[in-house]
């Protein structure tokens, strides 16, 4: 299960570095695509980098159809706050173009699962694939425009 | 080695056509050896986009010499064979229509404005095409440049000529009917359709290839402003289809008829456009090309075998043959 969490994440952020190669997120000094898991990371993001795809995982489950296949939701959090130059009315116009680089990032729906415990990683045979993202109603909070979209990713469990 | 590999999951289905050769009777061969490109499908493959309600049919029926009071089943051998093919087409274009009409499918040339006809009246005279000219290059007179603006669709091809007994360059898009015939008529046929993708100081420049090759000596340039097909008529469609299951979990499914015969009249499927946050209505409907096909026999070369149609599964790397 964690390798399928590893791999997901790691094909969005390498897909955001090619869709987006400017979106970008500073932590510890380190630049990286702005594509995080919130269990990852050792200090709460909060609202500080909205305009970062924060990932979260929620439920799990084997898929009732007889075989090993196994789900898990995956929660994506991002928004904006706008630029000072445009007084903040382009929050929408930001939100909008990161609705567009999600789509684009999970165009293609499945990716090789590796274990990324390994150094260097290990195939691990079988492939991870995900639905189209659900994008709920944006939500404006102290002044930050934000969108939740849901992802079912499937995965076969190897016990890893 | 992991098992789970084995269990296949599927994304959308994809078809591309391809021209079979009418005159041999043999179709555009796919060899599951080759990998092939999905988003960007090799000549002469034509990519048409999302399929739905992908249904394969096999009617082939088996007989049986029995033997005995009993009659103890002895030797099975099949008595026919038949496989057919339903879909649609999510993609409104040319070919999806042709397909789906089974029928002529005709380009509507522009017209002088005279002789209304329901399949396109009196069509403006063509422009010539000069030697040199490629598939994507069409090389023309640089005075007639301005008549044509980039996104129009034009149809390159010859004009028709007493005797000719199928009409199109390349690809066969009709047969010549027992009355009489105007020159536009292989042009109004034709699959030698594209957009102008920009207009250079010497020709048009398409925004793909023509299918069915370079232009032929004599070949003229009309602009179509409208695709037209009929309930009726003699000709059925023929090409060759490639259907593939995209892969999600590992590998990928093709199913491949060297030889598809369109055998349905023109239908569509209607589907309404959900309203995601509400039950009311959108007003709105999505209108899907139906079309049924018959598969048409083929002689695979390394047996001599004749067959209709083949399923190609491509495992991913690593997944266990048994």
């Known amino acids: ?160 | 080695m992991e098992r789970t590999g084995m269990q296949e999951y599927f994304g959308e289905v994809r078809a591309f056509f391809a021209p079979a050769n009418r005159a041999t009777e043999t179709g555009t061969v796919f060899d599951p050896a080759v990998s092939f490109d999905l988003e960007n499908p090799p000549a002469p493959w034509v990519n048409l986009g999302l399929v739905r309600n992908f249904k394969r049919v096999a009617k082939s029926t088996m007989g049986a010499v029995r033997t005995g009071p009993a009659g103890v089943m002895q030797i099975q051998f099949r008595k026919l064979v038949d496989a057919r093919v339903s879909l649609d087409f999510c993609e409104w274009g040319k070919l999806q229509m042709a397909l789906a009409a089974s029928s002529q499918h005709m380009n509507v040339l522009e017209t002088t404005g005279t002789q209304l006809q329901a399949s396109g009246g009196e069509a403006k005279t063509g422009q010539a095409v000069l030697d040199g000219s490629t598939a994507s290059l069409i090389l023309m007179d640089p005075s007639v440049l301005s008549n044509y603006s980039v996104g129009e669709l034009v149809v390159v091809d010859v004009d028709y000529a007493a005797g000719m007994q199928t009409l199109g360059t390349g690809i066969t898009g009709g047969v010549a009917g027992a009355s009489a015939m105007d020159g536009d008529a292989v042009r109004r046929v034709s699959f030698n359709v594209a957009s102008v993708a920009a207009i250079t100081s010497t020709g048009l420049q398409l925004d793909a290839p023509l299918l069915g090759g370079a232009p032929a000596n004599g070949a003229r340039v009309q602009k179509v402003v409208a695709f037209v097909d009929r309930e009726g008529g003699s000709f059925f469609q023929e090409w060759s289809a490639l259907f593939a299951l995209e892969e999600a979990s590992g590998g990928r499914v093709y199913f491949h008829y060297p030889r598809l015969q369109a055998s349905a009249p023109a239908e569509e499927t209607v589907t309404q456009l959900a309203n995601a946050t509400s039950s009311s209505s959108t007003g709105l409907n999505t209108t899907a090309l139906h079309a049924e096909f018959v598969a048409m026999a083929s002689t695979d070369a390394n047996d001599g075998e004749s067959v209709v149609c083949y399923r190609s599964y491509v495992p991913a790397s690593g997944t266990p043959a048994y």
């Open chain 1, 1 to 160: 299960m964690q390798a399928a969490k590893d791999t997901f994440l790691r094909t969005l952020a390498d897909r955001l570095a090619v869709v987006n190669p400017s979106r970008t997120l500073t932590l510890d000094g380190a630049s990286r695509p702005a594509v995080i898991a919130l269990e990852n990371e050792d200090t709460a993001l909060g609202n500080s980098e909205p305009e970062t795809f924060q990932l979260s995982w929620e439920g799990a489950s084997q898929v009732p159809d007889g075989s090993s296949l196994m789900y898990m939701d995956c929660k994506l959090s991002y928004g904006s706050r706008g630029t000072d130059d445009m007084l903040r009315t382009d929050r929408g116009r930001i939100l909008t173009a990161m609705d567009c680089e999600l789509l684009l990032l999970c165009r293609r729906r499945s990716a090789a699962k590796c274990d990324y415990a390994q150094t260097p990683p290990l195939p691990l045979g079988t492939k991870i694939f995900w639905s189209q993202p659900v994008m709920a109603t944006p939500s404006e909070v102290d002044g930050m425009l934000m969108r939740t979209a849901t992802i079912r990713l499937f995965f076969f469990s190897e016990g890893v």
